[in-house]
């Protein structure tokens, strides 16, 4: 899908006050990535956007109820997060494989796989993400449907643009390390400020991208539409690799924040979610801009 509303949506909670000291934080006194919240003093309120250190907790706080079952009452931790998404990104990966087989022996049923996978996604992924309980089956149907549509795309692209999906894999994980490097050193900022101007840009762009998609199914314009149009392509194109870039730096401060505020275990499969959302959208664009590039 073309935007991610996954964090969109945990920031509304946030401001709606659905998360118990999710926008009250207190000043950790930081261990070892991963190890458990140690019971401290409170001290100076964190704020909301506040750059965090990643797999750092902050003090223990209640649960927060998330509109979910608590399960085993277990608050969350940046390791569940990072385990959670290696096991969607293996369905994705075995289901993308699957994809990529079947279109490259047929085509006809590759193209199905394509167009319905796509829509599936898109429809599911909103599903997933305004649900009022987290739906563990719904995030993992997710992840084998959207590999199966990312399968079948990128055999088509291959087809077309020979070397172009090694290429795209490449400048994704490169994009992510730059992402996650940046937003830990503080190059890359992540606010109240930046999370609404990207929430409108990412609205924005999603209108756009459905208005494209129709016009290039009803033959109005070509392959890929207004993407196709020389520099004001290309320039789409970048502003869409921008966007689905930022979108990881949010990506990395929610999760971290949500461990700091001790929301409940079960939401690292939501976050684990938001994050392969993040991760497919991008290699979309880039595999987009690498075609386009080359024409």
């Not at 319905?116 to 996604?121: H, L, R, V």
């Not at 290309?234 to 966007?243: G, K, Q, T, W």
Request: contains cysteine; charged residues 10%; aromatic residues 14%.
């Amino acid at each position: 899908m073309a935007t991610n509303p996954v964090f969109d949506r945990f920031e509304k909670d946030l401001q709606r006050g659905e998360y118990a000291g999710f926008g009250n934080r207190q000043q950790p006194q930081y261990g070892q990535y991963g190890t458990p919240p140690q019971q401290q003093q409170y001290g100076q309120p964190q704020q909301y956007g506040q750059q965090a250190q990643w797999g750092q907790p902050a003090p223990q706080q209640q649960p927060v109820d998330y509109g979910m079952q608590p399960g085993s009452g277990r608050t969350m931790t940046v390791d569940d997060v990072v385990a959670k998404s290696l096991g969607l990104f293996a369905l994705l990966l075995i289901s993308g494989a699957a994809g990529w087989l079947i279109s490259d022996q047929n085509p006809g049923v590759g193209l199905a796989i394509w167009m319905g996978g796509m829509i599936a996604g898109i429809v599911l992924g909103f599903v997933i993400s305004f649900k009022k309980t987290i739906s563990v089956p719904l995030i993992v149907a997710y992840a084998v449907i959207e590999g199966a549509f990312l399968g079948a795309i990128s055999q088509f692209f291959e087809t077309q643009w020979n070397g172009i999906v090694p290429q795209a894999v490449l400048a994704t994980l490169c994009v992510f390390v730059g992402m996650f490097a940046g937003w830990k050193f503080g190059v890359i900022k992540v606010n109240d400020r930046t999370r609404k101007v990207f929430a409108f840009a990412a609205m924005g762009y999603f209108l756009f991208a459905m208005v494209n998609l129709v016009l290039q199914w009803t033959g109005v314009l070509d392959q890929f539409g207004f993407f196709s149009m020389g520099t004001f392509g290309m320039i789409l194109c970048l502003f869409a690799v921008a966007l689905a870039s930022y979108s990881l730096a949010i990506a990395f401060d929610t999760i971290q924040y949500a461990a700091n505020a001790g929301v409940p275990e079960k939401t690292s499969w939501l976050l684990a979610h938001g994050i392969v959302v993040s991760v497919a959208w991008l290699y979309l664009e880039l595999l987009r801009l690498l075609a386009i590039s080359r024409d």
